[in-house]
């Protein structure tokens, strides 16, 4: 399935059922009363978030949803059923927002959690309940009101603690197979990675943690070149950025600096979130000779480097060690932030 991160969709609560006009009919009651029942709700349009969605395509090419309309009431005093309401799976981490106002209606970061985006009508009333004293047998009832209507937009922001970035072909995908047991596509040209790409790493007694291969920054990402626009998005949420700099061709320096100014480009606060250098291809001659002076560079920029193998697997295992030693601090720094004064 391909990978879609919005969707634009109408959606429709169900309307409410017709309240009843009735009366009561029995052979040995000639004068009963009013006993027409209430119309049904109309059913919601329910967003829920769910872990094994990972794209809204199914929403890029359906685009109108509505609930079940709420039954019309009988006599007897029998009410009308309520519409069924009509539930829609997305990803976690969808953002829904009301097209037209702009508002933000939800964001769905845990599993399960659910949103109404679109409210059924309430059901008319049964002429029973018009009933007074000076009006025992009222000729009136209501009509079920109708379900509410909004264009929504729906947004994927990946959630991901830690975010594997790099110019394209550095070997993003190629560790995050080494990190975690994602598997994917890997081949030995620009852009082979066209969608993100999760992965779950965990080490021996230490609890999981979530990794995403974001694709598409190139100069001038953060304007819209190559695919970078379209998916710096999904590191906003991220805690942790690991920086992967190919060691075998070009100027990794330059490189770090490409990547990081589109991040700052893209939003300024990118700055301030804990960063790793990933020093990757240290199984190639050049690389081993290049990195003692891209080292010095890297750390006299105040970041912390590992130098790695993702195709063997060299020094992987302890850059895993060091993003769970940098999740501790960060995790220590909230705690202690939240502790009253």
């Known amino acids: 399935m391909r990978f879609v991160d919005e969707a634009v969709i109408e959606v429709a609560g169900g309307d409410g059922g017709n309240g009843c006009m009735s009366f009561l009919r029995l052979r040995f009651v000639p004068k009963g009363g009013p006993d027409g029942g209430d119309g049904g709700r109309g059913g919601n349009v329910i967003l829920r978030a769910d872990t094994s969605i990972a794209t809204l395509a199914d929403h890029s090419y359906l685009r109108h949803f509505r609930a ?26 969808t953002m829904v927002r009301d ?5 933000l209606i939800a964001d769905l970061t845990e599993e399960g959690q ?31 009101w109708p379900g509410e209507k ?49 992965g779950v790493v965990q080490l021996k007694d230490r609890r999981p943690f979530t990794v995403a291969d974001i694709p598409g920054l190139v100069a001038g990402a953060h304007s819209g070149a190559g695919l970078g626009l379209r998916f710096l998005k999904h590191v906003e949420r991220t805690r942790i ?31 301030q979130r804990a960063s790793l250098v990933a ?42 060690q060091a993003i769970y030693e940098a999740m501790a601090e960060l995790d220590e720094g909230k705690e202690q932030h939240d502790q009253p004064a």
């Open 68 to 93: 079940g309309r709420g039954a019309h009431g009988q006599g007897s005093d029998k009410d009308g059923r309520a519409g069924e309401d009509k539930t829609l799976r997305v990803p976690v981490g």
């Open 99 to 103: 097209v037209d106002t702009g508002e």
């Open 114 to 144: 659910e949103v109404v985006v679109a409210a059924g009508g309430d059901g008319g009333l049964g002429n029973r309940h018009f009933a007074t004293a000076t009006n025992r047998a009222p000729r009136r009832s209501t009509p079920g």
């Open 150 to 198: 909004r264009t929504i937009k729906l947004e994927l922001k990946l959630l991901a603690q830690v975010g594997l970035i790099g110019l394209p072909n550095a070997g993003k995908s190629s560790l995050i197979r080494a990190m975690s047991r994602a598997r994917p596509k890997v081949a030995d040209y620009p852009f082979t990675t066209l969608t993100p790409n999760l």
């Open 241 to 271: 950025f690991i920086y992967v700099i190919d060691l075998h061709e070009g100027d990794p320096l330059d490189h770090l600096n490409t990547v990081r100014d589109e991040l700052l480009a893209y939003d300024r606060a990118m700055g």
């Open 279 to 320: 020093a990757n291809k240290l199984d190639l001659d050049d690389a081993r000779e290049i990195y003692p002076i891209f080292k010095e560079e890297v750390e006299s920029l105040g970041l912390d480097i590992y130098p790695i193998s993702a195709q063997t697997g060299q020094g992987v295992k302890k850059l895993i």
